[in-house]
Each structure stands twice: as C-alpha cells, then as structure tokens.
C-alpha cells in the first residue's frame, strides 16, 4: 500500500492513504539507520510504502520505502549537531511567521531559515504577525524589515491571527498547496491555522512573561487536510536554526543580492569578505545590501554555531 505521512512521533507514523484510510505504521530496525544520517529517517510529507500486518488483533502497517522527495527542510538537531533533522517533505511553499518583540524573531533565525529554503528550491513568504499588538515604533520596524525581503524578491505580509487582517490573502495563497507554517514558538503559527480553519481547533498558550518566549504546544509536525483544497504542516516551534550541508563558496548563491553580484567580483572564488574589487562590499559600503544580511552572511559560513541561538536582533 502506499500512503503519504500525516504525523510523526518518531517511532509512529500516521500514513493516509488515496482512498482516505489512515493507518498506524512503524519502521524496521535496520531501515531506520541505512544511508540515513537525520534524527528522522521519515517526514511529514514522505510518501511512503507499506504493508500491513495484524498483532493481538490490532492492524498496523510497516513501513518499507521511502518515495524520492522533491525537497525537504532540514536543520541541525538540535541535540546532536552532527545529525540533521528533517522538518518537513514535499512542500510547495513555506510560511515563516515573524514577531518583531512578543517573542523576538531575530534577523540571524530568519536568514538561515531562507537560505535552508532557497537550497532546496522551497518558495519562502514572510508573515509579520501581532500587527494589531504594535506601536507606532514597532510598525516601523516592521516596515523597515519588510522592505529589506521585498527588495530582495520575498514576499512579506502584516497579519494579525487575532483580528483576522490579511488572513483571507493568505489562504488564498494555500489553496491547492501543501504549506508549512514555521518560526519560533509563540509567534502564533497554531494561532493563525486556526483562524483559517476554525474547526481544526489546534491547542495554543499564552506567551511566557518571564522569558517573553513561546511555550512549546505543537509536540510533533502534523499535517491537516483543510476544506478549502489545501494542505497544512504546523510544526513546533524553532528556537535555533542551523545549517547544513553547505560550503562556504555556495552559501553566498542562496543570498538573492550576493548571488547577483558575484559575477563583478574581481575573483571567481571570492569569499566576500576580504578579497579585493568585492562588488559585494562595494554594495554593502553603498548601502545597497542590508547589513543584517551581510551579518548573517558572514556567521553561516564562518560556521559560527555557538550564535545561531543567542545572536541579538539589531534594526
């Protein structure tokens, strides 16, 4: 049988077949760790094989094979960082949701998280969410870094989960498509599903005061058929997001403003930080890339894992 992953607990996962069946299936032993360096050789939104089989009157399925992904999101475990973890399979396009302060979403999480992205050819659009909650200051910090991705060629929205402002746009951008809804925990992500299809009813809390972060609801990704002909991946919150699998000489390909102008550097092999007649720097000095871009730039490929989770946001 062949059926496409919903859920993961991590020893089992929730397949749906085309017919609309859904089975409880496990993985053998020896096919957990063949070829496979992830934390979690299966992903929502692995289509997979199976068979089924019948103990002490409980049908299960066993799962055999994994079908070629057309991408995935992968980051550093966050427990062992020479493995990975999957996120999610398959997806047409990720939403990453960003708060500005009700938690901070730092300019360091969202690059590494778009050049995750841009790797595996996943179209990113960028939601500012709690605009309702935001001063006048705060909106302009807003604004500020909407304009730093717009330039770029990412698409940024304002939405509010609570008020529903701009929820509609979204969903229209769901329809028919596999989604996944990521960020730091608290930033809304089961908030903002549920406002988009109110009897899902995902469970969510209240930010914690003491640490103005976001308290861990989503346990496992899960994916949900909604009734509109789209499909959703809430995931759990990210705190840290570190990338793998990546030379220093391409990183700078999934920066959309240094990919396009590594051709005018005097040196093919230009790393862009001190080589001279760097047409990246000549930008950068010329204010024509954001130096919180170069910053994160410069920590991906001097591989500076230690920041990834403590690196302050700065305008």
Not at 108 to 130: C, E, G, H, P
Not at 154 to 165: D, H, L
Not at 172 to 182: E, G, H, I, N, Q
Not at 221 to 240: C, H, N, R, V, W
């Amino acid at each position: 049988m062949t059926g496409l992953v919903y859920k993961s607990t991590g020893s089992w996962y929730t397949v749906k077949t085309d017919l609309g069946h859904v089975y409880e299936c496990r993985i053998k032993g020896k096919f957990r760790i063949k070829g496979i360096k992830s934390t979690n050789p299966i992903a929502v939104g692995d289509m997979v094989d199976f068979e089924l089989e019948t103990n002490n009157n409980q049908e299960s399925g066993i799962i055999h094979k994994i079908h070629d992904r057309t991408n995935y999101i992968v980051r550093k475990s966050v427990n062992l960082s020479k493995q990975t973890h999957i996120i999610a399979a398959n997806l047409d396009q990720v939403f990453l949701m960003i708060t500005i302060n009700n938690p901070p979403t730092l300019t360091s999480f969202i690059d590494r998280f778009l050049v995750t992205a841009n790797a595996y050819s996943i179209k990113t659009i960028l939601l500012f969410n709690k605009v309702d909650t935001y001063d006048d200051e705060t909106l302009l910090e807003v604004k500020y870094l909407a304009h730093i991705y717009r330039k770029i060629g990412y698409e940024c929205i304002g939405v509010s989960a609570k008020t529903g402002k701009n929820v509609d746009k979204v969903k229209a951008l769901m329809r028919d498509k596999v989604s996944m809804f990521s960020g730091h925990s608290g930033v809304g992500k089961s908030t903002l599903v549920n406002a988009i299809e109110p009897t899902l009813n995902i469970k969510t809390k209240e930010i914690s005061t003491q640490h103005m972060q976001g308290q861990h609801t989503t346990t496992f990704a899960e994916m949900f058929d909604l009734s509109f002909g789209a499909k959703i991946i809430d995931t759990p919150g990210i705190k840290g997001f570190g990338v793998v699998d990546m030379d220093k000489e391409e990183v700078g390909d999934y920066f959309p403003e240094i990919f396009q102008l590594k051709q005018d550097c005097k040196f093919n092999n230009c790393l862009h930080i001190q080589e001279p007649k760097c047409a990246v720097k000549k930008a950068l000095d010329n204010d024509e890339i954001a130096f919180s871009r170069y910053r994160s730039y410069l920590q991906i490929i001097e591989d500076e894992n230690e920041h990834y989770r403590t690196d302050h946001w700065e305008n």
